[in-house]
């Protein structure tokens, strides 16, 4: 069964810098997707940004962007000029990309608090 | 509506009672899911509906949890005997039903079982 860990329960980062959220995956399957997900307060669940693994170029949105290193099972998330609104609990996902690739799998998240 | 909606959206209940949770995926989106999160937590699978396909439900913790789907409208999860572990936001996610496509959270119910 595929995990998703996030090893860091909580980030801080001051308004306009640059914070980096880690996420990191076991899966024995070659093609899947991964995802960043916010949630702020409103517990409304909003995607933030998607990556195939089969492609190598890096997914960008905006100020975020990620590291996809396939080999190290890494995915980590950018967050580029940090705005108050940024401010939620990020879930890093996996997804299978066959036949069983309904579901999303989920890491424990991570709190990022901006600061004025 | 333009998303996914959810109802109640919180809803306490005594230890024993059984409790609905009602689900309005978007218009068009063939597939539906259920996730659970648990305070502080991330979300766990529940269970999948794609159209008239069988629904995947390896994701029931126990069956004192069942769901249903009329056609790809409206979902409904039923928790019986509800006990304190229940206790969760329960998140309704719905898609056009391809592995490519982005699932579209609701807000979630808050059920607090006391």
């Known amino acids: 069964a595929q995990t998703v860990t996030q090893s860091q329960p909580e980030m801080s980062v001051q308004e306009a810098e640059t914070v980096t959220l880690s996420c990191t995956y076991d899966?024995?399957?070659?093609?899947?997707?991964l995802f960043w997900y916010k949630q702020p307060p409103s517990r409304q669940m909003i995607l933030v940004i998607r990556?195939?693994?089969?492609?190598?170029q890096n997914a960008t949105e905006n100020r975020f962007s990620v590291n996809f290193q396939k080999a190290a099972k890494s995915f980590s998330l950018k967050i580029s000029d940090s705005q108050l609104g940024d401010a939620a609990m990020y879930f890093c996902?996996?997804?299978?990309?066959?036949?069983?690739?309904?579901?999303?799998?989920f890491g424990a998240g991570t709190i990022l608090r901006v600061k004025s | 509506g333009a998303g996914v909606s959810q109802s109640p959206s919180n809803k306490v209940t005594e230890k024993g009672k059984d409790v609905e949770l009602r689900c309005d995926p978007i218009?068009?989106?063939?597939?539906l899911y259920w996730y659970r999160q648990r305070l502080g937590q991330g979300l766990e699978f529940l269970i999948y509906?794609?159209?008239?396909?069988?629904?995947?439900k390896s994701g029931l913790p126990s069956d004192r949890f069942s769901a249903e789907r009329t056609g790809e409208s409206v979902s409904t999860l039923t928790i019986q005997r509800t006990q304190q572990e229940d206790s969760a936001v329960y998140l309704c996610?719905?898609?056009?039903?391809?592995?490519?496509?982005?699932?579209?959270f609701g807000p979630g119910t808050r059920l607090t079982v006391l």
């Open positions: 996610a719905s898609s056009f039903g391809l592995v490519t496509d982005t699932q579209y």
């Open positions: 899966t024995s399957e070659s093609d899947y997707y």
């Open positions: 990556q195939e693994a089969y492609k190598q």
């Open positions: 996902a996996y997804r299978s990309a066959g036949a069983r690739g309904n579901k999303l799998v």
């Open positions: 218009s068009g989106h063939t597939a």
């Open positions: 509906f794609q159209g008239n396909s069988a629904p995947d």
